[in-house]
């Protein structure tokens, strides 16, 4: 069997494997035998997590020599990777490292390359994977018809699942070579990379109705409740009462999670075109004719600074009737013993390390 690479994504804060890498485990299985590529020296937590998700080889390697810069490490491990092992595959996440690495692979390797991709399987003539095209309007199935198929996925829309193996740890000698070297230039800005927009599975947004930084904060607090990552409307970045690379439009960066939940946002045209395609929108507005309720779910109409204050201590109440009734693990989703959602049914973040409690069956 052909090996399939996967490249890890890792937690910026802690190091941890991300969710990210045991969806892209579950589809390589599909395709070959899954070999995790890491950036960095395998430690046995690392490498037993990608193990339970399929992994028969991890790889390591990466050193200083792209100053700190991940993408160029990781697209000198996948380049050297590719050209030894000439893989059935390369799996990557569909987040802003993953994508550079990608369009720089494929230029490198003259290799085709899929974006947008939600599945996969394999076919006699290679894989075959499902995009999720125009905004999410279709779903068409292509194949990479040159070289090394180079396939990005939305992880967010893959349900991982365990299927142990005993992986060997294999080191990739040499270093990034001089010639592609990547110079600092500045410090990286604060926090980047501790989240990942793109690939939450939750999303909470902010706009102009939040009506001042203070009450912006609002937004993060309801995300940290909710394990989701934080993002703001084009007018909430542009008065920076948040970063701009947490700018959520069509110029910015586009989600497609699972819960996306927007806090005082109009919901602009420029707006929708970044998030109409979540699974589930929720929409908090206090003039009910606001075009965000065109697209939601479900919508609240109301001071967003009185209703999500409101919000969290449900959600704090929950979460604390959770813990304390026996049986019961704190942090476990699913309905209660009376049938009732006890806590908020929400889908784990992909973005984060992973921890047992992640383990999910497989959907298909
Ligand atoms: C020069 C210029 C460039 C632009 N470039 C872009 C661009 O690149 N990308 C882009 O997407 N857009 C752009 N826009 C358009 C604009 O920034 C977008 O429409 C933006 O998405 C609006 O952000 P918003 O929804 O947060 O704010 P608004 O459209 O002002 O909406 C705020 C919402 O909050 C509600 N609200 C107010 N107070 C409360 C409260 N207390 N509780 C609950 N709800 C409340 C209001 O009812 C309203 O629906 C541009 C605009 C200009 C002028």
Known sequence: MRPVLVLVERDAAGGGV??????????????GA???????????????????????TVWTGGDDGAGGYPAAVRLDLLDRLTRRL??????????????????????????????????????PGGPVAVQSVLGGAYLVESAVVRGTPL?????????ASAAPAAPVVRRLAGTVSRDRRVRRVGPPGAGAGAHDLATAAVVVAGGHGLGS??????????????????????????????????????????????????????GSVRHR????????????????DAPIFGIADLGVVGDVR???????????????????RPGRRPGSHGPDHDGHRGSPDLPPQHAR????DDLTEDRR
């Open 18 to 31: 991300c969710r990210s890498a045991c969806a892209l485990l579950t589809l390589a299985r599909r395709l």
């Open 34 to 56: 899954p070999a995790a590529v890491l950036d960095a020296p395998a430690d046995p937590a690392a490498v037993a997590l990608l193990g339970r998700f399929g992994a028969g």
């Open 86 to 123: 000439n893989p059935a595959a390369v799996l990557l996440a569909s987040n802003r490292v993953g994508r550079e690495v990608a369009a720089r692979l494929a230029v490198r390797l003259r290799a085709g390359l899929l974006g947008d991709i939600v599945d996969v399987r394999a076919e």
């Open 151 to 159: 396939l990005v996925v939305r992880t967010e829309a893959v349900a």
């Open 213 to 266: 930084r203070q009450a912006f904060d609002l937004v993060g607090q309801l995300a940290d409740a909710l394990g989701g990552a934080a993002g703001g409307s084009h007018t909430a970045t542009e008065l920076g009462w948040c970063p701009r690379r947490d700018r959520i439009d069509q110029l910015g960066t586009i989600v497609h999670p699972r819960l996306y939940l927007a806090l005082g946002i109009s």
């Open 273 to 288: 075109a970044a998030m109409q395609h979540a699974e589930t929108i929720v929409a908090i507005d206090r003039d009910p």
């Open 306 to 324: 009185q209703v999500v204050p409101a919000l969290l201590a449900e959600i704090r109440r929950r979460r604390q009737s959770a813990t304390t």
């Open 353 to 356: 390390p992973v921890t047992d």
